[in-house]
């Protein structure tokens, strides 16, 4: 059953999940500063918090990193997931790299896909990115190869490397393309202007799809980006309210949660069917128009608290609330804002994406569900209902 439950995980949380139902109790290391060097080799997952992040040793599991600044020097074995301002990969990562950043340069190999939202993204002259490589940034530049294909919207594009398969991008300025590069495959763009590809350079088509407005493109992609923002600063105001005051209860649901991931998932979701499906019944008749009214109401609560307490689950993956016994509601805080960190970053992703945080929504839900029952029985041995 573990295993299953293990399999059925990563099928849902796509690349950054995959991962977490293999931390072991004990060898997975943490560690949090202000700056901070890592020299060691770490043998298992690895997490590090800090203003400043300088990795020197190899690790032989996932790393996740958060810090203003952060470098990794040695190899990483398999993903690698980073939110920071400055970022630079030197060594080689034998998975994905997924990264949140202002600006982030690629100087190592990366065994499979790269996956990027930043202000500037520089994949260098001697970086092979494995996989495709797909980001929303700024300024793009590939001096590398790229082994599959080069997706993403992009304010600027320089292509002066390798791909080896096709090109599909949507760009706000301008594209440059060097004599020297290569595309294996076809070249796709939208643009407001049409963009001068030297032909000899792309193996397939080249097709140009006249965008929208220039200052229409970059103002939604502005209200995207600042609706994104303003949801998660929203989403862990709330989710620092539930963890001070709710903090047992907390712990347990995501316990329950990790230890009954199906189980979660179809309690969560025959909770939404109750509340759409029965409210919309109600609605039909006279007298039921208020309750079907409330149960609307109480379903679109569960959408959005769902998001929340999949943070929760997934937090309880890197924290181990229930193993910590240093664990207080700031520390139980901190691991609940990386775990909705990494459903946002998910989010990111389009289709398989959403899809994985509909099933961690679906798993919050059941988290929910389950945490109200265990208060109504806390009162009722109280004997307050």
Do not use: H
């Amino acid at each position: 059953m573990k295993n299953f439950q293990k399999i059925i995980f990563s099928l849902l949380s796509f690349v950054i999940f995959s991962s977490l139902l293999s931390l072991s109790a004990s060898a997975a290391v943490l560690s949090a500063g202000e700056n901070l060097t890592i020299n060691e080799n770490v043998l298992d997952d690895a997490y590090f918090v800090a203003g400043s992040a300088d990795v020197k040793g190899d690790i032989f599991g996932d790393a996740y990193i958060a810090g203003g600044s952060v470098i990794i020097g040695g190899n990483i074995q398999e993903d690698l997931v980073i939110a920071g301002g400055k970022v630079n990969i030197i060594g080689n990562v034998g998975g994905d790299v997924r990264v949140l950043g202002g600006q982030v340069s690629i100087f190592g190999n990366v065994g499979d896909d790269l996956v990027v939202v930043g202000g500037q993204v520089d994949v260098g002259k001697n970086a092979v990115i494995g996989g495709s490589l797909i980001s929303s940034a700024g300024l793009v530049t590939v001096d590398g190869e790229v082994k599959e294909d080069l997706r993403g919207i992009v304010g600027t594009l320089m292509l002066n490397g390798k791909i080896d398969r096709n090109v599909d991008v949507m760009v706000q300025n301008d594209i440059s393309v060097a004599y020297s590069a290569k595309v294996a495959g076809n070249f796709s763009y939208s643009s407001l202007i049409e963009s001068q590809i030297p032909k000899n350079v792309v193996a397939g088509k080249i097709t140009f799809n006249k965008s929208v407005n220039k200052e229409k493109f970059g103002e939604d992609i502005r209200e995207i980006a600042m609706s994104k923002v303003l949801s998660y600063v929203s989403a862990l105001i709330l989710l620092a309210l539930i963890c001070a005051f709710f903090k047992n209860y907390v712990i347990r649901s995501s316990e329950f949660a990790k230890q009954n991931v199906m189980k979660s998932m179809g309690i969560g979701l025959i909770a939404l069917i109750s509340c759409f499906m029965g409210g919309l019944l109600l609605v039909f008749t006279m007298v039921g128009v208020p309750l079907g009214m409330m149960a609307f109401v109480a379903g679109l609560i569960f959408l959005y608290l769902g998001k929340i307490f999949a943070a929760i689950w997934i937090g309880g993956y890197f924290g181990k609330f229930e193993k910590n016994k240093k664990l207080n509601e700031f520390t139980l805080f901190l691991w609940c804002a990386l775990g909705l960190l990494a459903y946002f970053v998910v989010g990111l992703v389009p289709f398989a994406g959403w899809l994985a945080n509909a099933g961690a929504s679906l798993v919050g839900i059941g988290m929910m569900v389950y945490m109200k029952v265990d208060i109504l029985k806390f009162l009722k041995s109280k004997k307050m209902v």
